[in-house]
C-alpha cells in the first residue's frame, strides 16, 4: 500500500501538559485513535489504563517491536523490564476512540500484521519481534474494511511522532542520525535539496572510496554498488559504529573479494542526511561536503 501523507492535525489531547509526555491523537473522522508516552511512564500508568485492548509499537534506538494484547498495558508494563525491549523509549498504543478502549481481537492481530508489513517496506527501523504476526483468513469483505482502519492508524501514528512506517525529512531523525551534535544537524539542512525529477549524482571524494549517491525525499540515498572503508577511526560517532555493524550483519553491505580494506552495498540505502552517509562511508567524522558533483572528483581507481 502507497500512502502519500499529507500535512494534517488531529485532535491532540495533553492531560499533564508539555507536547513530549503522554498525548493522545485522534480524528472525529475516524473510529481509532493513538495514545503515546514515554516508556519510563509505562508502569505508572498501567493501573489506569489496565483494561485497554490495543495493538502497540515500541520504538527507540532504531528498533520497534509490535505487539498486541487484551490487556495491552499489562504487557508493556512486562515488557519496561525485559532487557530484550531496553532499547524503547517511546509506546504507541492504538485502541477505540471511544470508551471504554477496546478492540477486538481479529482486528488486533489485522493492525499488528499490517503494520509489520509496512514497517519491513519502509526500511526506517528494525522490528526487535522474534515471532511472525498471527495471519488470519480474513474474508474478502473484511479486509477492506480492516485495511481502513490500517490507514487511518498509519495517519495516527504519523501525527503521533511514531517513524516506524512513515518518516519525514524534516521530522527527529532516525536511529542513523540520532546523536550527531547540531553542527551537523545544521550541516544536514544547508546540504539539503529539494527533490529532482532526475536526482543529481554526487561522487564520494575521501581517501579515493568509489562511492556515488544522491538526494531524495526521505534523505541522501547511497547507490549500491558503491564501497565503504572497512575500518573505523576512534573519533567515528558510537551511533554510526553501531549502524555499520548493523547493515554488515544484515548483508546491506558485503566484504569485496581479495580486497580487505573496502565493503560493498549490496542495495540502494537511504540515510537521514549526507552528513550522516559521508560518516557511514567513511568511518570517520567527516562532512557531508565530501559528497560533490563528480565533475569536481578526482580521479578515483574502484577496486574489483
Known sequence: ???????????????????????????PAGRLAVTTFPMEMARRLSASM???????????GGQAYLGQSHYAMKCIAEHVVDPAKAFASDVFLIHAQEEPRTMDWSTRLYLEHRLSELAREAGLVRLANTVEPRVLPWRLEQTATLELLATQARRLLFDAGCRVVDGNLLSQPTAQGKGDDSDDAKEAVEIACPTRPVPEEFAFDYRGIWARGYHADQGFVVAAGSELRATETHSLRKNIKRLRADLLARDVVVPIAGVTDRLRFQVDWCFFSAAVAAKFVAGAHVAGTKWVLPRNAPPIGRAT
Open 50 to 60: 489496565d483494561q485497554w485492548s490495543a495493538c502497540y509499537l515500541l520504538t527507540g
Open 1 to 27: 500500500m502507497t500512502l502519500q501523507l499529507q500535512p494534517c492535525t488531529h485532535t491532540i489531547y495533553r492531560p499533564f501538559g508539555g507536547i513530549e509526555g503522554y498525548r493522545l491523537i485522534s480524528d
